[in-house]
């Protein structure tokens, strides 16, 4: 690979990660930013469990399957993405946990040890039943590839407090459905796309391709930015702007930058292995390892995918989800004890979920081979909100009696992406970017923030 390949692949992972010493007289749009008021938290960590979790099987208990197991849901029949049968009961059993007595599925022991940290949203619900955009919708806000995801807003209103590293970084072994569009800048500069890493390895180097420069020193290195420094800026003083050649300074600068940073925090061997061993690290539980570590080091958002594809999407057998819970259960109670150890519980966000949930009936469809599974479940799912000043030990709405659909106060995907940005300190209708003639935002033209959630 010659340097200008490295140079370009770079450039199109890392993003910007800072101005410092680069054209002179620029501003640092990357530079710490203060928002509309003063925020509850200043961090994100977004656990995504990508296919689909089933709420009836995790965190929405749900007597009545198990009283009407095997028979048609009352009323009329309901339309769901793929043919549906008879209601089925959860194989598992719940039980109350903590102080406030929240009901959680057996396959979450170590979640359910920490469950008064959670916020349970049991009353969530979306727009469309396919994966395509309801990934879009959770991630960026909008159905239709093209918007800047959740991380790029984040980036771009509050900038980053480590100008070494990336301001918004995303970890999956390989790719979700979708890919790229779920971290996307969208029409915002490319230094607010997220940083794809493959979290499958545990060295750096192998983490971050290129990592080190092996033939020239860093004095040599500095040198040799310090003329091209000079070059561009000599070359913009006579033709004006040009956003791409300084994205391309800046990328050349964050790469210099990286080496001494990310050798550094990408390295879980520097945790005691008593901290290692409880996270069990998996690829899954490596990324949680990883966020911590970043958020602690001042990346201001990781979003850390289960894997690659849709894991967690089971429509023939919902029993795979406790082999899928089984991998991520002690990494997130370990995450949420760390950063309260750690300090960093109070000024982090940590959100659990999927891009929707699961039917409470059979999957019956003719397509499949166990039959007990379950389809897509748009009008009713459950998300999990820790730290950032989320009330810890209460749950919030209700699903129906079966866990079809949310009921009492529904909480839509709108209404969860204006509550975090309040978090974070921003009037979600007043974050906005200019583009095509009109103010975009992150809400689109719809959400309320769920004062109820928050302390």
């Known amino acids: 690979m010659t340097r200008r390949d490295w140079l370009h692949k770079l450039g199109a992972g890392f993003g910007i990660a800072g101005l410092q010493g680069t054209l002179q007289g620029a501003v640092n749009p990357m530079a710490p930013k203060a928002p509309h008021f003063p925020a509850k938290a200043k961090h994100v960590i977004f656990l995504f469990l990508n296919g689909g979790i089933s709420q009836v099987d995790t965190f929405d208990p749900k007597p009545a399957l198990a009283k009407y197991d095997g028979t048609p849901m009352p009323g009329p029949k309901i339309k769901t993405d793929r043919a549906s049968g008879s209601l089925m009961r959860s194989p598992w059993e719940f039980r109350k946990h903590g ?20 916020c349970v949203i049991r009353s969530m619900y979306a727009d469309t039943g396919n ?70 390895a545990v060295e750096p180097e192998k983490l971050i391709h290129h990592l ?28 004006g702007a040009d956003t791409q050649l300084e994205g391309a300074v800046q990328t050349m600068e964050s790469a210099f930058r990286l080496q001494a940073e990310a050798t550094d925090v990408f390295d879980i061997r520097k945790e005691p292995e008593k901290i290692r061993a409880r996270y069990d690290i998996s690829d899954f539980g490596r990324g949680c390892l990883l966020a911590l570590r970043m958020v602690e080091k001042g990346v201001r958002m990781v979003q850390v995918y289960y894997g690659n594809g849709q894991p967690w999407d089971n429509h023939d057998d919902i029993r795979v989800h406790a082999k899928l819970a089984a991998k991520v259960d002690s990494p997130i109670a370990a995450l949420i004890e760390d950063l309260k150890a750690r300090g960093l519980f109070e000024e982090t966000i940590v959100i659990i ?30 998300y999990l909100l820790a730290g950032g000043g989320f009330k810890g030990g209460t749950t919030y709405g209700a699903t129906d009696e079966f866990g079809f659909k949310a009921v009492e106060n529904k909480v839509h995907v709108h209404d969860l992406h ?25 809400t689109d033209v719809h959400g309320n923030v769920v004062k109820a959630l928050v302390s």
């Open 353 to 382: 979920g999927s891009e929707f949930g699961r039917t409470p009936m059979i999957q019956n469809s003719g397509l499949e081979k166990l039959g007990c599974g379950r389809d897509h479940n748009v009008p009713g799912f459950t």
């Open 212 to 239: 080190r420069n092996t033939e020239l020193s860093a004095d040599e290195q500095r040198h040799q930015l310090s003329l091209l420094e000079q070059i561009n800026r000599k070359y913009l003083a006579r033709t």
């Open 131 to 200: 994966h395509g955009p309801s990934l879009q919708l959770m991630n960026c806000g909008h159905q239709l590839p093209g918007r800047p995801s959740m991380g790029a807003w984040v980036t771009y209103g509050l900038g980053t407090e480590n100008q070494n590293l990336p301001g918004f970084v995303v970890l999956c072994p390989g790719f979700p459905v979708l890919g790229s569009s779920l971290w996307s800048n969208g029409y915002m500069p490319s230094l607010y796309q997220g940083v794809h890493i493959q979290n499958s």
């Open 99 to 118: 102080q406030s007595g929240i009901e959680v599925s057996d396959i979450f022991p170590h979640v359910a040890r920490n469950i008064d940290s959670f």
């Open 418 to 442: 204006a509550t975090i940005l309040h978090q974070l300190g921003f009037d979600h209708t007043k974050l906005t970017y200019r583009h095509a003639g009109r103010d975009f935002r992150l």
